[in-house]
């Protein structure tokens, strides 16, 4: 029996990744953050972990993966930008509590 767990991975990591590095224009944070961006929105999606791609495919008909896949890039999307604006309120409280400091010292 093979013990190699690194075949394992969360179906949405991939798509929620693209989307992401897709979008890191309109969001205003540094680099350093999209991981963080990716973790938050993973969080908020359940799930899926596989070892091959056609793992999912296998159990869909053709129509549900089509509606599978046009819905997780929807709801991706969004937590994607949930995801960014709470870390972008994060940034703003930071940098304003830095800027507060500077100026009681």
Request: aromatic share 6%; glycine share 0%.
């Amino acid at each position: 029996m093979s013990t190699d767990f690194t075949s394992i991975q969360n179906h949405h990591e991939r798509p929620v990744f693209e989307a992401v590095l897709a979008e890191q224009e309109h969001y205003l944070l540094g680099e350093d953050l999209l991981p963080d961006v990716a973790c938050v929105a993973l969080n908020r999606l359940p799930p899926r972990y596989i070892r091959h791609a056609v793992d999912m495919a296998f159990y869909q008909s053709e129509k549900e993966r089509a509606d599978s896949e046009r819905e997780r890039t929807d709801v991706q999307q969004e937590r994607i930008d949930l995801a960014a604006r709470e870390l972008s309120d994060v940034s703003d409280r930071l940098q304003a509590a830095a800027n507060a400091l500077r100026e009681s010292i």
